[in-house]
């Protein structure tokens, strides 16, 4: 791999503006394509097929056609002030005027009357009228939110506090804001420091943001064909950013690092290339593997999200390896440092800070160990807390109508009203499908912690009922969980004695069986990719106990990282300094995300740092010294490297969505704890501690395995001549014996 990589690195220096022009062209293709695309609507998948609530939900579908429950809907909520009621007659009035004007708009399906449809609470303070549109949130258009906020505007001047709830009028959720491009300057910062040249620091940048424009713009182009949303390509702008940087980042410290040892520009691009792009290739393989296998979830948003991310991953290993060289192709000198354009040399020996704190662990490698899995370890432990669910109106911020829409439906109705229960009766096995569901529902009203049932609404075959349970706790109320459990352990019974079977779903029973669904997946989703990154590094680094400890090191970041999440977003440990205003349960596909996204980081790290050492270790070096070896050429670019993902995640949690902040936490600080722990103190505390033993490998193994030389011993061993016709004079690149 390493000699076909350091080829397209020469070739692509060499032919630079034709690679430059035909990735121009790409992206200019996509960008058309984008442009001209439908716009994708935020479809909000967040169901699991199998789980209960989905087939109640696909039940009620089929039996009850022509109901759309995709479509936009408002929830208008009127408090009257202090000490009067809505039932007013001014109040009154206002709430009437506002039926009417909503209703005369063209794509308003119909308008529930709050007096009408018993909407009014029971103090008279609190009134909710419901908006149904014919069209999805996504298809309406500006003049129909504004025809819509102009009757909400009419009555808020009546006197009347009017908030709004719904998907109609909701802003979609920005990525990251001015955060993200906060983020995005420190790692400008990060690369100026690392390599003191504008031109190397500004490469890596433009390469990356050339990498988000052709993966967002082709995300856009087919959005609307496979229901691809802005918050799908969230995940695709994180990743691909931070990559995107990371990757061009090491191909250009390979490049500088070259020339300074006295290579010609040419021969450093394709030394580069093969070198530190055959880590890029491992690195970006993993993550590409972690991010696609979460398809096996069974989540469809989860699963578009991640093979989004994964085509945004394989874009930037693609640019670093070919765009990149290219562009070195074009500015061979700008991106020295300013000894290397004087002439000076590299001193491959010369101590530096990775060196010096290589040797400290070194000589301490116990303590070190220890202090390492004790900290990680002790992170971890509020995981064991963990309670999944989907965050809603609840946690958004209290300067948001949604969230006051809610708090006020609470206040008035009690704190179940925001999440009732749809219990779906299939009645087409009883005798009296009217008497069953009315048993049912008498069964159901009588639960312990279901305060009111709705009167039973059946379809035109009139085998099939529908109606809602009120609990008398939040959606995301533990509590609420048991509700819904115990609801359905009633029914063998119930079914039993009617001849007809019930099943619970709606919104919030749907985010209980998704979040069971998921922690079942944890488990062996992360036994999936731990073997998969034994298998990976097995073959890169052809040691037994190299990939042991890495997945290990992977364990303890992972669990830390979700431990932080746990302190932070449901306990509350320093929310208000992340503008969290809300804490409760974690976002059920948090757990899974952060599991497949920081197995892909960590590999990443493991590969860029541990590939230098393994290059030290088979050109001679000594266990020990092949550490330090390669903590002199790779620690400050991995620093840098992680610096800037850091940089990158933390600016996301800049963002409105509850979702993306929680990501965004999550990612920053697996990036902290597995680059600065798990990676610069662990693993060569390990390796220290295994000394010759790390890089042991039994020969019959040896002999299976592919060598796939992501050191790049071929490019560097001394020429020998190739075996072929006498006086051919052809040779061949010798392996060195050590592997």
Excluded at 252 to 258: F, G, K, L, N, P
Excluded at 672 to 695: E, N
Excluded at 723 to 731: L, Q
Aim: net charge negative.
């Amino acid at each position: 791999m390493a000699t076909l990589l350091y080829r397209m690195g020469r070739t692509a220096f060499q032919r630079r503006w034709l690679v430059a022009l035909l990735w121009a062209v790409v992206l200019g293709a996509v960008g058309v394509g984008a442009a001209s695309a439908p716009a994708a609507s935020d479809d909000g998948t967040s169901f699991m097929p199998g789980i209960e609530a989905q087939k109640a939900s696909d039940l009620i579908g089929e039996r009850f056609p022509g109901s759309d429950a995709n479509g936009a809907g408002a929830r208008i909520v009127f408090v009257a002030p202090e000490g009067q009621k809505v039932t007013a007659a001014d109040h009154r009035a206002a709430i009437d005027a506002f039926v009417a004007d909503a209703s005369d708009e063209p794509q308003v399906a119909d308008v529930a009357d709050p007096f009408t449809a018993r909407a009014v609470s029971e103090d008279g303070s609190t009134a909710y009228a419901t908006v149904n549109f014919e069209v999805k949130a996504g298809d309406l258009t500006d003049a129909d939110k504004a025809a819509l906020e102009k009757a909400i505007d009419t009555a808020r001047d009546s006197g009347l506090t009017v908030e709004v709830g719904g998907n109609a009028l909701a802003e979609q959720p920005a990525a990251g804001g001015s955060s993200e491009v906060i983020g995005i300057a420190l790692a400008a910062v990060v690369l100026l420091i690392t390599f003191g040249s504008l031109a190397a620091a500004g490469l890596p940048l433009l390469t990356a943001m050339v990498g988000i424009g052709i993966s967002m713009a082709a995300i856009l182009a087919v959005g609307s064909v496979f229901g691809l949303s802005l918050t799908t390509g969230t995940l695709a702008t994180m990743l691909g950013l931070a990559v995107g940087i990371d990757y061009a980042l090491f191909v250009v410290s390979r490049y500088r690092e070259e020339r300074a040892n006295g290579h010609p520009a040419r021969e450093a691009a394709g030394l580069a290339v093969g070198t530190a792009g055959s880590a890029v290739v491992f690195a970006g393989l993993t993550v590409v593997i972690a991010l696609a296998g979460l398809t096996v979830v069974g989540v469809p948003m989860l699963t578009k999200m991640g093979l989004c991310a994964a085509g945004a991953v394989v874009v930037a290993v693609l640019i670093a390896l070919t765009l990149v060289p290219a562009l070195l192709g074009m500015w061979p000198e700008a991106v020295l440092s300013r000894r290397t354009r004087k002439g000076g040399s590299a001193d491959g020996t010369r101590d530096n800070g990775g060196t010096r704190w290589a040797r400290f662990v070194l000589r301490r490698p116990v303590a070190v160990l220890v202090v390492c899995v004790a900290g990680l370890g002790a992170l971890a432990l509020p995981a064991a807390q963990l309670e999944m669910g989907m965050p809603g109106a609840e946690s958004k911020p209290v300067s948001s109508t949604e969230r006051r829409a809610y708090d006020a439906l609470a206040d008035g109705f009690g704190a179940g009203f925001n999440g009732p229960l749809t219990i779906v009766v299939d009645a087409k096995g009883a005798t009296d499908p009217k008497a069953a569901a009315a048993d049912i529902a008498r069964e159901i009203g009588a639960t312990r912690g279901v305060v009111s049932v709705s009167p039973a609404r059946f379809n035109p075959a009139g085998d099939t009922a529908l109606f809602s349970a009120v609990p008398a706790t939040g959606p995301n109320d533990e509590r609420t969980k048991d509700l819904v459990q115990s609801i359905r352990a009633e029914r063998p019974g119930v079914e039993r004695e009617t001849g007809a079977t019930f099943e619970v779903t709606g919104s919030t029973a749907m985010d209980i069986d998704v979040a069971q669904a998921l922690q079942d997946a944890l488990v062996p989703y992360l036994t999936v990719i731990v073997v998969l990154a034994l298998i990976l590094l097995l073959v890169v680094f052809r040691s037994i106990l190299v990939p042991v400890k890495a997945a290990f090191g992977f364990l303890l970041s992972v669990l830390a990282a979700l431990g932080a999440v746990v302190a932070v977003f449901q306990w509350g440990w320093g929310a208000p300094l992340l503008g969290v205003e809300q804490t409760g349960p974690i976002m059920s596909l948090m757990p899974i995300f952060l599991v497949g996204i920081v197995f892909g980081l960590a590999m990443d790290y493991e590969v860029f740092l541990v590939a230098r050492m393994r290059e030290a270790y088979v050109h001679g070096d000594g266990a020990r010294q092949a550490v330090v070896t390669g903590f002199r050429h790779s620690a400050r670019v991995v620093v840098a490297a992680a610096v800037i993902m850091i940089a990158v995640f933390s600016g996301f949690m800049g963002a409105d969505e509850s979702m993306i902040k929680t990501i965004g936490f999550g990612l920053a600080v697996a990036v902290l704890f597995d680059a600065f722990v798990v990676r610069m103190a662990l693993v060569p505390a390990v390796l220290a501690l295994l000394g010759d033993k790390a890089w042991w490998l039994p020969a019959w193994l040896d002999r299976l395995l592919p060598r796939v030389d992501v050191e790049g011993a071929g490019l560097t061993a001394p020429p020998v001549p190739a075996v072929g016709p006498a006086g051919s004079g052809t040779t061949v690149p010798q392996e060195p014996a050590r592997t």
